[in-house]
């Protein structure tokens, strides 16, 4: 099972970027999935989840500007990022708990992608 976290960039203060985490292989089902950010010299902090049944959950640093969504069929989640702002800048990494049978999950992590905003 691979989490392949895809659509940072370089923008400009104001701008919109949309981030995509893939899940592919022997997967089961794919459970609540995370984005997750972490700027130099700060903690890693949780940005947004979305469990399977669409329910969301959002820090209150990006409420109103970041939405997530997610395929089910595609085992994939977006996150929709609008009205940036350069303390946004961070390295953007996704997680999910993925069943690979009925009984069997662990927790995958893909690799991070960076967004910048400039002022």
């Known amino acids: 099972v691979q989490l392949q976290a895809s659509g940072g960039g370089l923008v400009q203060a104001g701008g919109s970027l949309r981030l995509s985490c893939a899940a592919s292989?022997?997967?089961?089902?794919?459970?609540?999935m995370y984005w997750y950010r972490q700027a130099p010299g700060k903690l890693r902090e949780l940005v947004a989840d979305?469990?399977?049944?669409?329910?969301?959950n959002y820090a209150d640093s990006v409420k109103g500007r970041f939405t997530i969504s997610r395929d089910n069929a595609k085992n994939t989640a977006y996150l929709q990022m609008n009205s940036l702002e350069p303390e946004d800048t961070a390295v953007y990494s996704c997680?999910?708990?993925?069943?690979?049978?009925?009984?069997?999950?662990?927790?995958?992590w893909g690799q991070g992608t960076q967004v910048t905003v400039s002022s």
């Open positions: 997680n999910a708990l993925i069943y690979s049978d009925r009984w069997s999950s662990r927790d995958y």
């Open positions: 292989g022997s997967i089961y089902a794919v459970k609540t």
């Open positions: 979305i469990n399977s049944g669409h329910t969301t």
